[in-house]
């Protein structure tokens, strides 16, 4: 059974930085693609950042527009853990920040229907 547990969030002033992590077991990391994905009340759930690797084949990662310049996807190689790096955090990047898990495949998407485990959720306040 897959579980995917998110931590990190907090309340942080404009211009800061956060690290969210996203803890995930029962999961086969040979072939793996992990997102990250927000929400703000009212609002569709939209993708942040994706980490993808295929067996042997090197690891990637892709990025909403809105983020690629100052958000950063990345797997520690000795835990099933996957982080978001935030920096230079804007208001407009506050939101319920989830993780989430495809099966079986490596092919990347900001698609949230196309994933097949989530976690609960972790908050980011950004004031101005």
């Known amino acids: 059974q897959v579980e995917v547990v998110e931590s990190g969030g907090s309340s942080v002033e404009a211009g800061g930085s956060l690290r969210l992590s996203c803890e995930i077991s029962g999961y086969d990391y040979n072939t793996h693609c992990i997102g990250w994905f927000r929400q703000v009340p009212g609002r569709v759930r939209e993708g942040v950042a994706v980490f993808f690797r295929s067996g042997v084949v090197a690891s990637s990662s892709t990025y909403a527009d809105a983020v690629k310049t100052r958000f950063k996807i990345s797997k520690d190689s000795a835990k099933d853990t996957v982080y978001l790096q935030l920096d230079s955090l804007k208001p407009e990047d506050s939101g319920m920040y989830f993780c989430?898990?495809?099966?079986?495949?490596?092919?990347?998407?900001?698609?949230?229907?196309?994933?097949?485990?989530w976690g609960q959720g972790t908050q980011i306040t950004v004031s101005s």
């Open positions: 989430a898990a495809k099966e079986n495949t490596a092919i990347p998407s900001l698609n949230e229907y196309l994933y097949d485990f």
